[in-house]
């Protein structure tokens, strides 16, 4: 997966940070949900909840179908066309490789009050904590500093704004940003 | 608030289809901790020794381990106890794999089945919602294929779920309870399930697991990591390759078999094939598992990677680990493709990978020897290999021949008569044991058979060598990073234990060492059981991530319980003592426990008495196996000594029994 970007000061650097998804190598134990949970409870690592986590393996033993995904953006409505995949005479599930929080499936949502996923690629952490837990390399962790183009930048700014906008209104948005200019 | 464990049963009623969840009482939790221990409690409670295994009163236990479903790596297991309609005593075989973590998430420590369901029924646990569902059209099918179909017909993938086949639908004594990878296996817990008209336990859970100190408890699960981490890259030198590493025997992943081959039994634990090993062989079953293995699989939260899914053509995937893949190919004298082949049809039925291979042999054993004939054996085909596939069929549908050998090798003896007692030559407490047969007496191992209460030897030993290693260089290269051990006399026991000589089995290690290495070994087994730890990661391999150090530590930060070394043994002895007290209130005592009668070639009469008494005395029995008032006293479980001495069990003044009853005479 390509990671959160985050733009280092000043310099047009920024850093891109990459969990590298094996397939193959996934024995399917869901460790990596056990720890991402836990980490994202209040207070840190007070409970566990695979249910929780904002990874999860997709995962069907007699097919060999082990799909570990990271909770990506949220959508608000469900794709209008599905696909399914063959990869090696295996038959992926529609949604297998997704990871979006979207209305069609529970994936990717706080059980209780259905709010929203998504992996922050556990912030504050030296790495993330599913890669850290992931004891056989499913998953890796590579970081790798990119030149910054400011194109780039900005169309990540407009997709940002524009989810909003479909959220919130764009009325609502517009005063939300005018409180926190007068803020500044 | 409840930390690590939920707090509440499910407490299912299947003759009157009543569903009620139960808060239970922290105190027990201080006392008898989880799993194995407070199904230990509530079968002495509930099950008085009258009740029949196939009983409706009789209990059916399905327990989620203290710390399942917390963070703390390879705690997955699920503790099923019951009455076992074989042994006709206390059975608590476990599995791992997912279903015990799924129940904690569903809200449940326990779910504790009684009466008997008119008919076949599967239980749908899904958080708070549970119910009991029709499943006639489920009748027959294949354990794992029952799973299957109930995971689409509730459109539900994450649903874990425990299923029997056809075996445990027909009571077979040996019959399994299968759920993904694993299974729970031992002591016909299947058949008690089949009984109960019960095809399937599914859960699915989403709810929180919580931790009483967050940071603590992490810390030490990141240092169990990091030991596997260490252990993996260190394997222990001197020992075969399945007893240097961390797991499970992995017995999917290791290719060179010469060991099992060459000094276990082949045919109904008879043959011994010396020289069998060799390359040209090694080569044929190499390309058999490789081809057949289609991923290493591990169960929930664990890396070790101890089952593979098994795909061979023509035959419907399944799963496996363990020794299963040896079992059955060295029962029929055949090879490995033929066990794999045959293991996917049993699998499906759910039946013990252990126990049905020696019944068949046994039964082949018999009809070659004249006691069993053609007259019993209509239709049988002529080779090995199709007559194993032909009991197999005939033994889980209890037709003919095969209804008798569906109660195992000690049951159908009896009932064959004829000479056939002198074939079940491998059972304790009427069990099928591993086909091993040795020279010279093991004193370690003379107590752990005679004693062990779970009547399999792998669910005993492990934190003590099997034997000694040749120099004392060597010995004391072991010992120089072996932490776990509970104390440090433990090391200087092994230090000087020879392979020859005047400290050398029989007589070394001592009567009282014996005792310290088999009460510690033991006690480890049972620490798992009512946590819910994998053995793999524990109480079985050498030098293991958990230990005895470390336990009380995971306890107290992750269930909140105050907890010490000197305590958690404690527990552990106290609810150690009470399965041996359902035993004993169910006719148990000294006179079984007996290792099988040809284990060894070299007995030693006077020191296996001595032995015994040391050992018996440690434990605070009396001579005859029975716990003594005073030690019952001790451990808060002054209710068994009451029952004891009302039953006649005990005297007033705590001495001797009045007089023996027997677990076989009470069958009807
Ligand atoms: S921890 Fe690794 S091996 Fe385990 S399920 Fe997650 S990705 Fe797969
Ligand atoms: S990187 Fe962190 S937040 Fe993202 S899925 Fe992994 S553990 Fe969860
Ligand atoms: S060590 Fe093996 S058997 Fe034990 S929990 Fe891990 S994968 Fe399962």
Known sequence: MKG????????????????????????????????????????????????????????????????????????????????????DGKEYDECSFCRASCPSRPEFKEPDSGLPLKCDMCEGEEEPLCVKWCM???????????????????EELEIGLESLADKYGMQKLKDAIARMSKKD | MRYAETGFNLEVDLTRGNIERVATDPGDTELYLGGLGTNAKILWDRVPPEVEPFSPDNLLIFAAGLLCGTPATGCNRTIVSTISPQT??????????????????????????????????????????????????????????????????????????????????????????EQSKSSASRGGIGAVMGDKGLKAIAVRGTKDVNIAQPVEFLELCNEVLEYIKFREENPIPGVMPILAGLGSPQEMKVHDEK?????????????????????????????????????????????????????????????????TKLTYAMAAMSDLDFGLRIAQRATEYGVDGFSTPQVMAFALELYENGVLSDDDMPGMPSDTEGRFYWLLDKIVRREGIGDVLANGTYWAAKEIGNGAEAYAHNNIKKHEQLPLKLSMLNPIYFLMYATGEKINITQIEGQFPQAPYPKREQREEFVKDWF???????????????????????????????????????????????????????????????????????ISSGAGIDMDEAKLTQAAK?????????????GMRRKDDKPPENHWKKRFPELEKELLDGYYKFKGWNNDGVPTKESLHELGLDYVSGDFIKRGILTDNGGAPSKETSAENEKK
């Open chain 1, 4 to 87: 959160v970007v985050t733009v280092t000061g000043g310099n047009k650097k920024k850093k891109v940070k990459t969990i590298k998804i094996d397939t193959d190598k996934c024995n399917g134990c869901r460790a990596c949900e056990v720890i991402c949970s836990a980490f994202h409870a209040a207070p840190k690592y007070s409970g566990n909840n695979p249910a929780r986590s904002r990874i999860r393996v997709i995962r069907d033993p007699l097919a060999d179908i082990y799909v570990p995904v990271h909770a990506g953006e949220y959508a608000v409505a469900e794709c209008a066309g599905r696909e399914k995949y063959t990869i």
């Open chain 1, 136 to 154: 056989v390399d499913a998953l890796t962790y590579e970081e790798r500093e990119e030149e910054a183009e400011e194109q780039e930048e900005q």
């Open chain 2, 88 to 177: 006709r005593l206390m059975a608590f075989s476990m599995m791992g794999g997912f279903w015990a973590p799924e129940l904690k998430y569903a809200g449940y420590d326990k779910v504790i089945l009684r009466g008997k369901s008119p008919d076949l029924v599967y239980l749908w646990i899904n958080n708070d919602q549970v119910e009991i569902r029709d499943a006639s059209h489920l009748q027959g099918k294949g354990a794992i294929e029952t799973s299957e179909l109930i995971r689409q017909e509730l459109k539900e993938p994450k649903a874990q779920v425990a299923a029997i086949g056809l075996a445990g639908e027909n009571r077979v004594y040996f019959a399994s309870i």
């Open chain 2, 259 to 323: 060991w099992h081959t060459e000094n276990f039994m082949w045919g109904n634990s008879r043959v011994r094939k010396k020289d069998f090993w060799n390359e040209e062989i090694a080569k044929e079953w190499t390309d058999t598992m490789e081809n057949a293995r289609r991923r290493l699989i591990s169960c929930f939260n664990c890396p070790m990677e101890c089952g593979a899914t098994i795909s061979l053509p023509g035959l419907p995937t399944y799963m496996m680990k363990c020794f």
């Open chain 2, 484 to 554: 776990q051990v509970p104390d440090e006399k433990f090391k200087q026991y092994f230090l000087d234990w020879e392979l020859r000589g005047e400290k050398s089995i029989p007589y070394y290690p001592t009567v009282e060492m014996t005792c310290d290495i088999v009460d510690w070994q033991e006690r480890m087994h049972y620490i798992d059981d009512a946590l819910g730890m994998c053995a793999g990661l524990s109480s079985f391999p050498l030098k293991p991530p958990y230990h005895i150090h470390n336990y009380p530590k995971f």
């Open chain 2, 574 to 586: 106290r609810y150690r003592t009470l399965v041996r007290a359902v035993n004993i209130r169910r």
